[in-house]
């Protein structure tokens, strides 16, 4: 009989995971390296072996960079390149199968190069769609819906799965981004993916039908914030442009769009007065078209607005029918005289002077150019004279261009008109002159406009008129223009701020913190370099109506103009400005500055998802306190004001603004995406906040609040130089103990401790967890636990008020008036490491110690008030959460 040796059989694959687990609990890489490298050369079937190992990993989470299943998996990786006979084809058919069963059960909670390994190792492509299908399916079932996307399109199984049973979850966990890559490539997917996004649009949709649908999921008032019809809208758009999709697919959007356009119209003519009645009329008739319920939502808003004259009048040009009328409105209709029974706007290109009026002249920037300097440009013939004077070598050329504004409704636009101008005359493109757009010499005078290196071209964020000559000129996307000689004023207008911020401890206030000022962009820049800001009233004009009006040509003329004026001012000066000599030489390190700016702002996202921020102010406020919020800039030697007693509200044009202050110690309201900027106002108003806004609302919510109670920022500024300028606005000096006192999400300072062994027992009451994981997450060894990390509270623990865990509901794990603790946001592989996690009572959000506090404290560095006792104390991590 024989007799088959151990040493036949082979290593023990058992003994090599015991040998691997070993070296990885002491941390010595190098070893387990040199062990799983020996190993596998040992283990009879290593194919076999390496997935019986990967099996007994601890912990769900086996391909994340830093466990032990993705160390080992890599080294068995490195090992197959020295052993190329090791394959699956060496196999049996039966065996194979088998093995590829076992590693598709493991691709559950992974890391991508950990699935992607794994699949190419075990040719896990090769498996049957029925097989792969299954196991999509089974992962969806496990609430694992992030997972099962990553793995569909590894697999290339889009078109073997419901989009909506893949897409839905994604979107209601904020992760539209995946489901863009889910559907990417597949034309029908795509047209599904917009259409279900379009549906949501409808007023008549309710998430409590998708909640019915998936009721594992646990959505969060940021996941809710998603799905409003303002941000679903915004994103129907941006994928409508990005798949190529027609808009009458999506006609709920486009309604919702239209809609957002005419309150627009409304408020910029009857509240905010920035419109003229010529420009508001030409873009309600674009707007509303012929959307009978867009029609009636004008006579209902002109009701409100302006009276039941106006409403009749427009109600008769829709011929609304007589049962859809405001009340009073068909009254009027009957009592109005016929010449008062149509629109008609006066005709004001006949009237118009070329000379403005003293006042206007006193108050506005203005051309200095007579009317005979302004030439039109509309034929091949005029065109040539044009070249031959804007392309002499060595000149300047300001450029300038108009579109009609569509206010989203349409994601192209194509220039209508532009203005080229040079010392003493302005060249004006009419593209809308019928075939001249589109003329040969027309499209070659732009390509060599561009190209031209020995003419400077001068602009103002130029990317944005670059957008819509690819729109106007198709052949520039197969053959794109090549750019010399081009100076963009807006990056030196940047820098310009930059150097304020620099060389004053406080800034310009006129310049960085405004009360009475609301200019932003170009007409900024030509205030503070010449003294008069652009008249921009003209500046939603329809630029594609001719005749022009003799505002808009003075408008486009200007625009255009101010460059050639402003180039020369700085360039004579250029120190004075905190500029380089060479003006030129800003352009070439935006590349630079590029990459700077997404560090930074992928930063500032990674604080928008881990930060807290302040505390609840309780304290009635002194006279000194109320004289500072209400924006008197404070003396030298005023007394510093705690951040605990500074309460602001942000519009939401200033979102990023807010969570910086809050993670300093500010309480802050911040408006919704959705919310009208009056309701800033009425926030002031009821809490005695004050209003931090930027551009045009600041005129009118300054109206409605006390003297000083209203501050507008610049709305170039990045959101932590706002931060930091209002702070010093109102001499508040935040302490490292103020960092993340307050929940980010909600503005709730009150939280409650939970220890791991609670936060186990309620994921497990929960569903997310279960019993089997008891080992992985409750008898970790000390020396487990992330260095650094205890229980004891955090540094800010002083800040807070601290609830106790017996007020928990321990049915509904809510606190009385909160919401729900949001156990989905808890990795169960996070458990082993965090001995404490901190729960807001109001919100629900859970955070726990992380690597952040650092680098708030290092961002913020300049306006710290540090003492001994800080700077003798360890720094603490701050609270982050998944």
């Given at each position: 009989m024989n007799h088959t040796t151990p040493e036949a059989l082979g290593l023990d694959p058992a003994v090599l995971r015991d040998d691997l687990f070993e070296h990885w609990n002491r941390r010595d890489l190098q070893m387990l390296r040199l062990a799983a490298l020996q190993g596998f050369s040992k283990v009879t079937e290593p194919l076999e072996a390496l997935l019986t190992i990967l099996e007994g990993c601890p912990g769900k989470q086996k391909g994340r960079s830093h466990t032990l299943g993705h160390h080992i998996l890599m080294e068995f990786q490195a090992w197959m390149k020295e052993h190329p006979q090791v394959t699956l084809s060496s196999l049996p058919e039966q065996q194979v199968l088998a093995l590829q069963h076992r590693a598709l059960s493991l691709l559950t909670d992974i890391q991508p190069s950990f699935a992607d390994t794994l699949i190419n190792i075990y040719h896990l492509s090769s498996l049957d769609l029925a097989t792969l299908r299954a196991h999509i399916v089974r992962l969806q079932a496990l609430a694992c819906y992030k997972e099962s996307a990553v793995l569909s399109i590894k697999l290339k199984l889009q078109k073997e799965l419901d ?720």
């Amino acid at each position: 009989m024989n007799h088959t040796t151990p040493e036949a059989l082979g290593l023990d694959p058992a003994v090599l995971r015991d040998d691997l687990f070993e070296h990885w609990n002491r941390r010595d890489l190098q070893m387990l390296r040199l062990a799983a490298l020996q190993g596998f050369s040992k283990v009879t079937e290593p194919l076999e072996a390496l997935l019986t190992i990967l099996e007994g990993c601890p912990g769900k989470q086996k391909g994340r960079s830093h466990t032990l299943g993705h160390h080992i998996l890599m080294e068995f990786q490195a090992w197959m390149k020295e052993h190329p006979q090791v394959t699956l084809s060496s196999l049996p058919e039966q065996q194979v199968l088998a093995l590829q069963h076992r590693a598709l059960s493991l691709l559950t909670d992974i890391q991508p190069s950990f699935a992607d390994t794994l699949i190419n190792i075990y040719h896990l492509s090769s498996l049957d769609l029925a097989t792969l299908r299954a196991h999509i399916v089974r992962l969806q079932a496990l609430a694992c819906y992030k997972e099962s996307a990553v793995l569909s399109i590894k697999l290339k199984l889009q078109k073997e799965l419901d989009m909506e049973e893949v897409c839905v979850p994604l979107i209601l966990q904020n992760k539209l981004a995946l489901a863009e890559s889910f559907v990417t490539g597949h034309s029908h997917l795509e047209k599904q993916l917009v259409t279900l996004l379009d549906s949501w649009c409808h007023p008549n949709f309710s998430v409590e039908e998708i909640r019915k649908r998936f009721p594992r999921l646990s959505l969060s008032k940021q996941c809710m914030d998603q799905i409003q019809p303002k941000m679903l809208t915004k994103q129907v758009f941006r994928l409508m442009e990005k798949f190529n999709i027609d808009q009458g697919l999506c006609p709920n959007a486009l309604h919702k769009r239209r809609l957002d356009s005419l309150r627009y119209l409304m408020y910029a003519r009857f509240l905010e007065k920035s419109m003229t009645e010529e420009n508001w009329t030409d873009h309600v008739q674009f707007v509303v078209a012929d959307d009978l319920e867009l029609q009636i939502n004008l006579v209902e808003m002109l009701v409100k607005n302006c009276g039941l004259q106006k409403a009749s009048q427009w109600s008769l040009r829709y011929n609304i029918p007589r049962y859809r009328l405001p009340l009073g409105v068909w009254e009027t209709q009957q009592s109005l005289p016929p010449d008062l029974q149509q629109i008609c706007p006066s005709d004001l290109v006949q009237t118009e002077e070329w000379v403005s009026s003293p006042s206007h002249r006193q108050k506005f920037y203005q051309a200095p150019l007579t009317k005979d300097k302004v030439h039109f440009v509309d034929t091949p013939e005029a065109l040539q004279r044009c070249r031959n004077i804007v392309l002499k070598e060595g000149g300047i050329v300001g450029v300038d261009m108009e579109w009609q504004p569509t206010f989203g409704c349409i994601s192209t636009q194509k220039v209508a008109l532009v203005q080229l101008a040079i010392i003493d005359q302005v060249f004006l493109l009419d593209l809308c002159a019928n075939g001249f757009c589109q003329h040969p010499d027309t499209v070659g005078f732009v390509r060599s406009l561009f190209s031209e290196r020995n003419v400077l071209k001068l602009g103002y964020g130029m990317s944005g008129d670059l957008k819509c000559v690819s729109a106007t000129w198709q052949q520039f996307l197969e053959e794109p223009l090549k750019m010399e000689g081009i100076l963009d004023l807006l990056n030196i207008h940047q820098k310009i701020q930059r150097s304020k911020v620099k060389r004053t401890h406080n800034g310009p206030k006129e310049v960085l913190v405004r009360e009475d000022f609301a200019e932003k962009g170009l007409s900024l820049l030509v205030q503070q370099v010449l003294g008069r800001p652009l008249d921009k009233t003209e500046q939603m004009s329809n630029w594609e109506k001719r005749p022009l009006r003799i505002s808009q040509i003075r408008y486009a003329v200007a625009d255009a103009y101010c460059l050639l004026d402003v180039y020369s001012v700085l360039s004579s000066n250029p120190a004075y400005f905190g500029l380089p000599a060479d003006l030129r030489s800003i352009s070439s390190s935006q590349s630079e500055k590029s990459a700077d700016k997404k560090q930074k702002e992928k930063q500032a996202e990674q604080m928008k998802q881990e930060c807290q921020g302040a505390q609840r102010v309780t304290p009635p406020r002194s006279d000194m306190e109320k004289g500072l919020l209400c924006g008197e800039k404070p003396s030298e030697d005023a007394p510093l004001l705690a951040p605990q007693k500074l309460r602001v509200v942000c519009d939401n044009m200033l979102q990023g603004l807010g969570r910086y202050l809050r993670c300093l110690g500010v309480d802050v309201i911040m408006l919704e995406n959705t919310d009208d900027h009056r309701k800033a106002a009425k926030l002031a108003q009821d809490e005695g906040r004050v209003i931090l806004t930027c551009g045009q609302p600041f005129q009118s919510l300054r109206s409605q609040v006390g003297e000083g109670r209203c501050l507008s920022l610049d709305c170039s500024e990045k959101a932590r130089d706002q931060a930091v300028r209002v702070l010093r606005h109102f001499n508040v000096q935040p302490t490292p103990s103020d960092i993340f006192s307050r929940c980010q999400a909600c503005n709730c300072d009150q939280y409650v401790a939970v220890p791991r062994k609670d936060m186990i027992g309620m994921l497990k009451q929960k569903g997310f967890l279960g019993d089997q994981d008891d080992t992985d997450h409750t008898q970790q060894p000390d020396e487990e636990m992330t260095p650094g990390v205890s229980s004891d509270l955090p540094r800010y623990a002083l800040q807070c008020q601290w609830a106790p865990l017996s007020g928990l509901d321990p049915d509904t794990l809510t606190f009385p008036g909160g919401e729900p603790i949001q156990l989905h946001t808890v990795p169960p592989g996070l458990l082993p490491r965090i001995a404490l996690f901190y729960v807001c009572t109001r919100c629900g959000k859970v955070f726990w110690e992380g690597s952040h506090f650092g680098r708030v404290l290092s961002m913020f560095q300049d306006v710290f008030h540090i003492t001994d006792t800080d700077s003798a104390a360890a720094p603490v991590p701050a609270a982050q959460h998944d």
